[in-house]
Structure formats: structure tokens, C-alpha cells
T-cell receptor
Framework: GQNIDQPTEMTATEGAIVQINCTYQ??????LFWYQQHAGEAPTFLSY??LDGLEEKGRFSSFLSRSKGYSYLLLKELQMKDSASYLC??????????WGAGTKLIIKP | GAVVSQHPSRVICKSGTSVKIECRSL??????MFWYRQFPKKSLMLMAT?????????EQGVEKDKFLINHASLTLSTLTVTSAHPEDSSFYIC??????????????FGPGTRLTVL
């Protein structure tokens, strides 16, 4: 079956760095997405990786290892507004998104 | 950037009534739109994939006669929850994929519709 695993909740301190891990098992693979979702709102796109390696976008970076079925989202210089759920989603061979349950990130002052 | 709108943002209705939710791509044409449902603290659950001009493809366990989907144009898809019951109360989100797919194969999400059935 298809499966996405990511931690349920993480806590970090304002100004610090946090890494949110995601492992996936899908029928075929056409890339991995990270989305940010604030409570009561729709997800917003953060990153897309289809090749191995690290993609950096400002304070956010995303890493992919296809051979390990593994990705992480790295958030630097954490701000209070980064408190949200972070959703990992893999695109399978039919170009359908398989969603993880999301990681709730709590930022403390 | 690509914008997707949803209407209404919130709706409260009585049990047994039908509710229509609209999803529009505002600045691009979307041959494919997706309808998701999300329960509190849960992940997004794909309900159906809607292709312009053809019947929607429903995920296993989703009743097509209860959740009617119409994708009449390249910019509009509608989801109608028929004979709604309290267990249908949820956050419904649509997304759209550009007719001209980007390298990122990105789906653009609408802001969601909060449905409460009394």
C-alpha cells in the first residue's frame, strides 16, 4: 500500500532551527511536496523535490533521497508565524498526491 | 501566481438539505480539479478527481450519488453535498492543476469551505 509517515507534533524555540522528517512508500514516484497549513486554512505550497538533494528557498529548505524514500523540511530562524501544520505529500505514478497526516509545529518564545 | 477561489467559505445547513460548493481557477485554466475533505487534526483525504467535460473519478468509499461533482468549464468545478447529514460536517478543499503543467506539477489550493450540518 501507499504510505506517508511524519511526526505528529514537534516543538521548537523562536530563532532556532527545526527539521521535519517524512518517509514515503508509493506506487511509483513523481516528486515530493511540502505544504504549510495554518489552522482553518487551505495548504500553501512550500517546496517540490523530484531529484535527490537539497533545495533552498530562503529560510526553508527541503531535502530528498529517492533511494531511501526520505525527505525533510528544514526551517531556520524560526518565527512565531511558522507555527502551523506541515504536510508532506508524494506524487505517485498516476500523478495523485498521497498525503501524510501532517506535523504540527509549535514555536515557543 | 495562480489563484483558486472557493465559495462559500462557510456554510451552515439543516440535515437533509443540499449544499453546493464552487471552485474557480481565477487566472489559469484547469483541466483537472481535485476535491478533498479534511477532518480536524487529520490529513487531507482525496474524494474525487474532476476532469473538464467528463465524469469525475471518485476514490474508494466516496459515494458519487451523495457528492455530485460537475466540471463544466476549464475554470469551474462544483461539489454538491446532497441530503447532508451531521457526519458530512467537515472542511472541504478544492485544488486545481494548470492546463499547462509546471515543472513542479503543483496543485493550487482554494481557501476551503467549512460545512456544518445541524
Amino acid at each position: 500500500g501507499q504510505n506517508i509517515d511524519q511526526p505528529t507534533e514537534m516543538t521548537a524555540t523562536e530563532g532556532a532551527i527545526v527539521q521535519i522528517n517524512c518517509t514515503y512508500q508509493t506506487s511509483g514516484f513523481n516528486g515530493l511536496f511540502w505544504y504549510q497549513q495554518h489552522a482553518g486554512e487551505a495548504p500553501t505550497f512550500l517546496s517540490y523535490n523530484v531529484l535527490d538533494g537539497l533545495e533552498e528557498k530562503g529560510r526553508f529548505s527541503s531535502f530528498l533521497s529517492r533511494s531511501k524514500g526520505y525527505s525533510y523540511l528544514l526551517l531556520k530562524e524560526l518565527q512565531m508565524k511558522d507555527s502551523a501544520s506541515y504536510l508532506c505529500a508524494a506524487l505517485d505514478s498516476n500523478y495523485q498526491l498521497i498525503w501524510g497526516a501532517g506535523t504540527k509545529l509549535i514555536i515557543k518564545p | 501566481g495562480a489563484v483558486v477561489s472557493q465559495h462559500p467559505s462557510r456554510v451552515i445547513c439543516k440535515s437533509g438539505t443540499s449544499v453546493k460548493i464552487e471552485c474557480r481557477s481565477l487566472d489559469f485554466q484547469a483541466t483537472t480539479m481535485f476535491w478533498y475533505r479534511q477532518f480536524p487534526k487529520k490529513s487531507l483525504m482525496l474524494m474525487a478527481t474532476s476532469n473538464e467535460g467528463s465524469k469525475a473519478t471518485y476514490e474508494q468509499g466516496v459515494e458519487k450519488d451523495k457528492f455530485l461533482i460537475n466540471h463544466a468549464s476549464l475554470t469551474l468545478s462544483t461539489l454538491t453535498v446532497t441530503s447532508a447529514h451531521p457526519e458530512d460536517s467537515s472542511f472541504y478543499i478544492c485544488s486545481a492543476r494548470d492546463q499547462v503543467p509546471s515543472f513542479e506539477n503543483e496543485q493550487f489550493f482554494g481557501p476551503g469551505t467549512r460545512l456544518t450540518v445541524l
